[in-house]
C-alpha cells in the first residue's frame, strides 16, 4: 500500500510537533528545576546570614562572657540554622573578638565549633584582623564581635545530572557587631 504525498507530509508534520514538544518539555524541566535550585541556594544563603546576624546580636548584650556560654550559643546557632549543619562534621561557627585599644586592631579571642577544616578568614589570635567585610574600621578604644558560619551544602540538588557540579558548596556568611555593654576583650 502506498501513501500519497499529502498523507507523509502529515505524518512529517506530526513527527516535527512531537519533537518540538519534547525539546519544549526538556526545556521547560530545565528551567523549573533550575529555578528551584537557585531557590535552594538562595534560602541556605539568607539562613546563615541570619544564623550570624542572631549570634552577633546575642552576643553582644552580654556584660560579661565566659567559656560556659559559648555550648549554649552553639546550640543557639544551630536551632537558626535548622536543617542546615553549622555546628558539626558540614559546617562551623566561629566566634572572634577583635579589639582596638590604642589604634591598632587585634585579634583577642576565638572560639570555633564544628568541622575544623573551616577556618576564619579574619587572621589569626593575636594578630591584625584581615578580610573585614566593607574595609571596616575598628575605632579605636572599642571592640568588635565577629561571627563567621559555615555550611557545606548542596544547592543543586535537581540539576547534578545536568551540570556535573562536584560536591558541595561551601557557604559563609560574617556578621560584626559592635558590644553594647563591655568591650568582651577576653
Same mark, same amino acid.
Given at each position: ?6 498523507? +507523509? ?23 523549573? &528545576? ?10 541556605? +544563603? ?12 546575642? !552576643? ?12 549554649? &550559643?552553639?546550640? &543557639? ?20 573578638? !577583635? ?6 586592631? *587585634? ?30 574600621? !575598628? ?17 543543586? !540538588? ?6 556535573? *557540579?562536584?560536591?558541595?558548596? *561551601?557557604? *559563609? ?14
Amino acid at each position: 500500500m502506498s501513501h500519497s504525498r499529502a498523507s +507523509r507530509r502529515q505524518l512529517g508534520e506530526k513527527g516535527n510537533s512531537t519533537i518540538e514538544f519534547a525539546l519544549f518539555v526538556m526545556a521547560g524541566l530545565a528551567l523549573m &528545576l533550575g529555578g528551584a535550585d537557585l531557590v535552594n541556594y538562595m534560602r541556605a +544563603r539568607m539562613q546563615l546570614d541570619q544564623v550570624s546576624s542572631n549570634l552577633a546580636a546575642n !552576643i553582644t548584650t552580654y556584660k560579661q562572657l565566659y567559656a560556659g556560654d559559648f555550648p549554649g &550559643l552553639y546550640t &543557639l546557632a544551630q536551632q537558626t540554622a535548622g536543617a542546615i549543619d553549622v555546628t558539626s562534621t558540614n559546617g562551623a561557627t566561629v566566634f572572634t573578638g !577583635i579589639t582596638n585599644p590604642n589604634g591598632t586592631p *587585634t585579634i583577642a579571642w576565638r572560639q570555633q565549633t564544628g568541622n575544623a577544616s573551616y577556618t576564619s578568614a579574619l587572621g589569626g589570635v593575636g594578630g591584625t584582623p584581615q578580610n573585614l567585610p566593607d574595609s571596616y574600621a !575598628i575605632p579605636a578604644g572599642s571592640s568588635v564581635i565577629a561571627v563567621e558560619v559555615f555550611s557545606a551544602i548542596h544547592p543543586w !540538588i535537581y540539576n547534578v545530572g545536568f551540570t556535573k *557540579t562536584p560536591g558541595p558548596a *561551601t557557604l *559563609t556568611s560574617i556578621s560584626l557587631f559592635q558590644p553594647r555593654a563591655a568591650l568582651l576583650s577576653q
